[in-house]
């Protein structure tokens, strides 16, 4: 009888505790739950509930370029106006850090959890041009943008972000980049509009779904210079979204069509698929950041604000499988 060892040409490797980032196929037998496991893929999208924020508040932003594990919420309505309250998030909980300069809601984000990026807003009137960079520890008070708005999208890093749409006494489709010192105009977006989705880069990026009066479900890439509309519109047209990932591969969940709906979907740089798993807490005014496969959801209304934290796993991602006998 041919033996697992000549067939694969080493041995099964023997370990105290499950390899933090198993491959595809990797084998490994784990001595403390004695079980012989592997790593696989997922085979079906999910969320799952984190922890709460300290501050339940909507209209908030965070850092859209972060990470699923590392990640920040700043601004935003707690339901008694507005706040300056700053969050950092390690994966499992968040813990308060020090407070935007200029408290306000209706703002956008960039950035990652220690270059982050704010600007934009509503402080009850009139609307706001500010912007903010974060260090990882405090705010920075930078040079305005062009146009104040409220209701505005987000994308990029704090040194090359990107503001698009917004509402001033309308919506709009102004667009600005940002160089980590000042803003300059750019091409406006196809479809004026304000609370949509966003995520990519300032040479890649993609706005979806937003207010119009109704709701829209269009979807526009950014090449760095203009906007493109996809043939790929959401299935679910919808305003106050979360969005995650990049212009190919991006994720959008939550927001308001006649009510907080808790619909996902999936975009491969041309279409939108509908998702079978949704939100824990339907929600609108939802912040996103992460990839495709490893998202974040936080913040947000339904009947009250919300602290409601929840963590996406998308289709094809990595876990560890135990191997039993069939």
């Known amino acids: 009888m041919a033996e697992y060892i000549n067939i694969r040409g080493q041995s099964i490797e023997v370990v105290a505790s499950d390899p933090a980032n198993p491959t595809l196929g990797q084998i490994w037998y784990n ?23 300290n501050t339940a508040r909507g209209t908030l932003a965070g850092a859209v370029a972060g990470t699923q594990t590392a990640n920040l919420a700043f601004g935003g309505n707690p339901g008694t106006g507005a706040t300056g309250v700053t969050e950092e998030y390690d994966g499992t909980n968040w813990t308060n850090s020090n407070p935007l300069n200029t408290a306000r809601p209706a703002l956008a984000g960039a950035g990652i959890q220690t270059a982050a990026l704010a600007f934009g807003g509503y402080i009850g009137p009139p609307n706001s041009a500010a912007t903010e960079e974060y260090d990882g520890n405090s705010w920075t008070n930078s040079n305005n943008m062009i146009t104040a708005r409220r209701y505005l ?9 990107l503001a698009l749409g917004g509402y001033t006494t309308a919506q709009v489709g102004t667009t600005e980049e940002y160089d980590g010192n000042s803003w300059t105009s750019s091409n406006p977006l196809n479809t004026a509009r304000s609370e949509m989705g966003t995520c990519g880069t300032q040479t890649a990026g993609l706005a979806f779904g937003g207010q119009i009066a109704p709701a829209t479900g269009a979807t526009e890439e950014y090449d760095g210079n203009s906007w493109t509309s996809s043939p790929g519109s959401l ?19 939550g927001g308001y069509t006649t009510t907080q709906v808790a619909v996902t979907e999936e975009y491969n740089g041309t279409t939108w698929t509908s998702s079978p798993a949704s939100l824990a807490t339907a929600r609108y005014y939802v912040v996103g950041a992460g990839t495709q496969l490893a998202a974040l959801a936080f913040g947000g209304n339904a009947a009250t604000a919300l602290a409601a934290t929840e963590e996406w796993t998308g289709a094809g991602s ?3 499988k135990t191997i039993t006998a069939s």
């Open 235 to 253: 299935n679910t047209a919808r305003y106050g979204l979360g969005g995650a990932g990049i212009q190919t591969a991006a994720l959008a969940f």
């Open 153 to 161: 999208g987000g994308l990029g890093t704090q040194t090359a972000g």
């Open 318 to 320: 990595p876990q560890t």
């Open 31 to 53: 001595s403390t739950s004695n079980t012989l496991k592997g790593g696989g893929v997922t085979t079906a999208g999910a969320w799952a509930t984190g922890n709460n924020m």
